[in-house]
């Protein structure tokens, strides 16, 4: 089943204490991306790839690293979280572009104290 | 800077109604403009899009058009149903690759 997954599906860190969420598409996808939502401000975009190797930043990355070793893997690393990054993190991926259709992963709920 | 503009809701409309929720955008050059949809507790999934001016994406029963002149892409469905209740997202995309979403709005329909 072509796929977006997301691991872990539910964290509650501390301050300070350096995390990684996974993302791991199947479909082969050039295209991946991740967004963080919050009430009121709906998506916004952290960082996104284009193709192995290449990254770039999104709207609200500061914070956050990313990589993109393989074409099917994206994580996203929150090397010393803050609570101000306590969201709902989803990771994207499409064929070879955005303007293509964007598939999302199930979502991860971070929250940190 | 690129932006999107959502009517706030949440909306609650009666099933078989008409619904429209605005979506207006600020970008330079010409942006593809997307409506996703976010069902509770799930991913967002793409629902309509247009990548030029007068394109008039649809799916489902939705409809949206691309209007230059009014920098609009009104998301509307003559007849909607308890299964259409989710979170509506209006997004762009410009030249750069970079994706901006609305605030999205909350649709109940109830029967």
């Known amino acids: 089943e072509a796929q977006v997954t997301q691991n872990p599906r539910y964290l509650i860190t501390v301050t300070g204490k350096k995390l990684t969420v996974t993302c791991s598409q199947n479909?082969?996808?050039?295209?991946m991306s991740w967004y963080r939502q919050d009430p009121g401000l709906g998506l916004r975009q952290i960082y996104y790839?284009?193709?192995?190797?290449?990254?770039d930043k999104g709207d609200v990355p500061e914070g956050y690293k990313v990589s993109r070793k393989e074409k099917r893997n994206f994580p996203l690393i929150l090397e010393s979280p803050s609570p101000n990054q306590t969201s709902l993190y989803f990771c994207?991926?499409?064929?070879?572009?955005?303007?293509?259709?964007?598939?999302f992963g199930p979502g991860t709920r971070l929250l940190v104290l | 800077g690129n932006s999107v503009t959502q009517m706030e809701g949440p909306v609650t409309l009666s099933e078989e109604a008409f619904l429209t929720i605005n979506c207006t955008y600020t970008a330079t050059g010409y942006p593809s403009l997307f409506w996703y949809v976010q069902y509770p507790g799930e991913g967002l999934q793409l629902l309509l899009k247009?990548?030029?001016?007068?394109d008039k994406g649809s799916n489902k029963g939705f409809e949206a058009t691309y209007r230059k002149e009014t920098t609009s892409f009104h998301l509307e469905k003559g007849s909607v149903q308890v299964s259409d209740s989710a979170v509506y997202f209006c997004?762009?995309?410009?030249?750069?690759?970079?994706?901006?979403f609305g605030t999205g709005t909350s649709l109940t329909v109830i029967p």
């Open positions: 994207a991926s499409s064929l070879t572009s955005p303007q293509e259709t964007q598939y």
């Open positions: 997004a762009l995309i410009d030249t750069g690759n970079q994706f901006y």
């Open positions: 790839s284009m193709n192995v190797e290449v990254t």
């Open positions: 479909m082969n996808h050039e295209y």
């Open positions: 247009a990548t030029k001016a007068d």
